[in-house]
């Protein structure tokens, strides 16, 4: 059997600050030389991966999580001197364990947002899980995807890059809300919903609730505050405007729900 028939994919998850430091790389500074981290065992030459970095955000949400590479292993797992330019982000750890790889096919250009691994795969996972064992076919799926949604973040207003969390997402929308079809931001608000907004062509002011991904409208309590017309007018409609929409079940709950990165990527803007 050659080896492509047999090759394993993961998707390797590290923090954002990692893989911009040590982007080829899978390191683990918290076991000791002879304690080798979970499935880096498996993880052998000619093998694939996805490097998934998690963002850090505030307590209330889940942050933006990146896809910012394809790898295909070179070194197999070894207790190692970290390289120079990882060690500013090692806690003092000097040495680690180590696998290294080699870009895979094409370069995404910048990191990509995409929705939480569970969705990415339509499974749950072990959440502490550096590896994540996943099929060729999942592997193929998110290249897909990573591809086919990456843009030029330089056109994101304000920031010029990914959000990585919903007070981010605020300040996209306030500094480029005219080219994002809002007339006039009325209101903003800490509490749900985010912003009273006058959107062009509408008669009326809109509530528009903001979220890195749809599926945090749930786990914020808000489909209850809209059942509930709490902290709302009764006649005023209301809006969700999040990075990734990733739970369909949204739209049933409010009047509109908008997808930031799309309307960006595609040069669009909000229509009631």
Not at 21 to 46: A, H, M
Not at 74 to 103: C, F, H, M
């Amino acid at each position: 059997m050659s080896r492509s028939e047999d090759r394993r994919y993961f998707i390797a998850k590290h923090g954002l600050d990692a893989f911009e430091t040590l982007p080829n790389i899978i390191w683990r500074t918290d076991k000791g030389p002879k304690d080798v981290p979970q499935r880096f065992n498996q993880v052998k030459k000619e093998d694939r991966w996805v490097a998934f970095a998690y963002t850090t955000s505030d307590y209330r949400e889940r942050p933006l999580s990146l896809v910012t590479g394809f790898y295909e292993c070179v070194q197999e797992k070894d207790y190692l001197n970290i390289p120079s330019a990882g060690l500013p982000i090692s806690d003092g750890a000097t040495r680690a364990w180590i696998i290294e790889g080699k870009p895979f096919g094409k370069l995404l250009r910048r990191p990509v947002g995409v929705p939480p691994i569970d969705d990415l795969l339509g499974r749950p996972h072990f959440k502490n899980e550096t590896l994540v064992p996943i099929t060729a076919e999942e592997f193929q799926k998110i290249h897909a995807y990573a591809f086919s949604h990456q843009f030029n973040t330089d056109k994101i207003p304000l920031l010029g890059r990914q959000p990585k969390n919903e007070q981010e997402v605020l300040s996209i929308v306030v500094g480029g809300h005219r080219k994002l079809g809002i007339e006039k931001i009325i209101q903003v608000q800490k509490a749900f919903p985010d912003l009273l907004v006058k959107i062009e062509g509408h008669s009326g002011d809109v509530y528009l609730e903001l979220e890195v991904y749809s599926q945090g409208f749930f786990s914020h309590c808000h489909h209850e505050h809209v059942r509930n017309r709490r902290f709302v007018k009764d006649d005023t409609p209301i809006a969700v405007l999040c990075w990734v929409d990733n739970d369909k079940r949204v739209k049933d709950c409010v009047h509109r729900v908008y997808e930031l990165q799309s309307l960006i990527r595609e040069g669009k803007k909000i229509v009631w």
